[in-house]
Antibody
Framework: QVQLVQSGAEVKNPGASVKVSCKAS????????IHWVRQAPGQRLEWMGW????????RYSQDFQGRVTIARDTSATTAYMELSRLMSEDTAVYFC?????????????WGQGTLVTVSS | DIQMTQSPSTLSASVGDRVTITCRAS??????LAWFQQKPGKAPKLLIY???TLQSGVPSRFSGSGSGTEFTLTISSLQPDDFASYYC????????FGQGTKVEIK
């Protein structure tokens, strides 16, 4: 069955960077794009960006432009999201989700989420 | 950016009630609208995509309608497992989510 398994919780200092992984299994990795979405405590879901796992092309939300980098390793069927210059407002649960490639599509399957806490 | 607005923010209902949640987009998104259910500490679960297509495995008491800028999610007979938060999402231009509707026990 399809699974997206994310890396574990992180605690970071302000100004640091965090890298979250999303290991995919149960389907052909390059047939789907991977999106990253975050949810701060009590807040709505917020889209961060996506990666075309086939060719590596990326698109980022303007809200995170310059601070977020999304990458993938096709041999490891894993996607990564790195967020830099962390602030307390970046404390949130970060999710990866897969969506069909080449058409407008929503997230069919989601990772379990990774809690990132930014605190000094 | 496309903005998504849901109403109500909170809804109190009883088991067996018919429940309707509304979502409005700031510009037309055709039928590119999805609904998710989320429980505390869990990932969102896709219920409906294409405004009205039920995701595989989702109970038929869930239904969606609308196109353009106005959409609704209806639960025909609320069950104990349905008490959760619900989010609409547009995927016409990247992704944007509504602010959520929490369905509480009355």
């Amino acid at each position: 069955q399809v699974q997206l398994v994310q890396s574990g919780a992180e605690v970071k200092n302000p100004g640091a960077s965090v890298k979250v992984s999303c290991k995919a299994s149960g389907y052909i990795f390059t047939d789907y794009v991977i999106h990253w979405v975050r949810q701060a405590p009590g807040q709505r879901l917020e889209w961060m960006g996506w990666i075309d796992t086939g060719n590596g092309n990326t698109r980022y939300s303007q809200d995170f432009q310059g601070r977020v980098t999304i990458a993938r390793d096709t041999s490891a069927t894993t996607a990564y999201m790195e967020l830099s210059r962390l602030m307390s407002e970046d404390t949130a649960v970060y999710f990866c989700a897969r969506a069909k490639s080449h058409i407008p599509a929503t997230g069919e399957d989601w990772g379990q989420g990774t809690l990132v806490t930014v605190s000094s | 950016d496309i903005q998504m607005t849901q109403s109500p923010s909170t809804l109190s209902a009883s088991v067996g009630d018919r429940v309707t949640i509304t979502c409005r987009a700031s510009q037309t998104i055709s039928y590119l609208l999805a609904w998710f259910q989320q429980k505390p500490g869990k990932a969102p679960k896709l219920l409906i995509y294409g405004a009205s297509t039920l995701q595989s495995g989702v109970p038929s008491r869930f239904s969606g309608s609308g196109s353009g800028t106005e959409f609704t999610l209806t639960i025909s007979s609320l069950q104990p497992d349905d008490f959760a938060s619900y989010y609409c999402q547009q995927y016409w231009s990247y992704w944007t989510f509504g602010q959520g509707t929490k369905v509480e026990i009355k």
